[in-house]
């Protein structure tokens, strides 16, 4: 049961609340009759049914969405409702065709006897949430040794897949700051995520890595038998990985309310490896953002804790503050910097999260400003400049407009 003191937000507008309500009864109790009750309460407004759409795909939800509409479509338009079936059955399609390439690659490693765990993606979808077709996704993510990091990517090269960055990686000799690369196809339709870290070193959250490999579950996928993240470790993965890009939309959360359901998981020993890795204010903030948008089954003496911590209390209020008026919009600063810092533990922590963030480079600097081997140290100048050029401008747009909603309050109040 959802703990007896989940809050709930309110979102902007009309549309914004028939998603959330879509979503929260898709991962809570789908025949729960008050929430089905408020579903027909919503969609008997005027609803911008394409605002619906829009907002459900944005924030990677159509499976949940679906879910709960196909159990009330009498109470919305037909057009709607077979909109987003049809949103739904494109997803379902393209997971299949991602699960069968995931399937084959496993296979292809294990002849090989290359180790490889599946993470987020089809894995996640079957192992937590029942059916390949109810999660919402786009490209592969494996993880792997790094040691076996030059088979790996011959292996995908000659399945037609291109690095985006590891041959300059190598020949940068590990100057650049990595912990994953990007392999597409040729026609750019399929993208695999290769990761030999769960994230990078300046992010506070590294396990045990031999512990991960120990613990891993195993999931059918299309015939193959895959290792996946066992459920306490993709739950701490799924939060650190969402806290680290700052949690801008609803699918990581469905995601930590989807593992929160698991019977076999033990909160006291999730909560204890957290603390372990000097992440428990990330698992804190994962743990309250589920339980009071989607009302997960979190235990409520651990939402009243994380409700007593004030820097996680005001994270979850601005994030949720967030989750719709942003729409369509790139991520701001304050999810893509502002997330992090807060949940990040330990005033040293947090300064060298953003000096090693803000001042090491990454290739992502030799793609702006090529230079030859001998004068890669010149990039300690040139990634402060990037960054600069490429976020100064919504820094200032973020603090204009911070400036407009001041005056605002001031009016008001006069």
Sequence with gaps: MPPKNAQSISPPNAEAQFVLTCVAGAIANASDSDRANRTSELAAKSLDWNEVLRIASWHGVIPCVWRFVSLHADAMPESFVAAIRAEFVGNALRNLRLAREL???ANALAAMKIGMLALKGPALAIATYGDLAMRQFTDLDILIREPDLPRVADLLAESGYYPRRYERDRRGGGFFQSSEDEFSSADGRDLIDVHWRLAPAYFPFAPDEEGLWMRA?????EGAHIATLATTDAMLFVI????????????????VAALAAAPS????ALAAQAARLGCGRMFLLGALLAAEIT???????????ARGDPRVARLARRITDRLFTRIGARPGLFNEWMVPLGAIEGAANRIRYGAQRGLRPSVDDWEFFPLPRGLYPLY???????????HGPRLFSG????NDSARKRAAVRE
């Design 399 to 402: 603090a204009a407009r911070a």
């Design 295 to 305: 009302q997960a089954r979190v235990p409520p003496a651990l939402v009243a804790q």
């Design 265 to 268: 998981l033990d909160w006291d």
């Design 380 to 390: 300690w100048i040139i990634r402060p400049f990037r960054l600069l050029a490429a």
């Design 240 to 255: 650190a990985h969402a806290t680290k890009h700052g949690w801008p939309n609803l699918r990581a959360i469905c995601d």
């Design 217 to 221: 579950a195993s999931v059918e996928i």
């Design 103 to 105: 399937a084959r690659i």
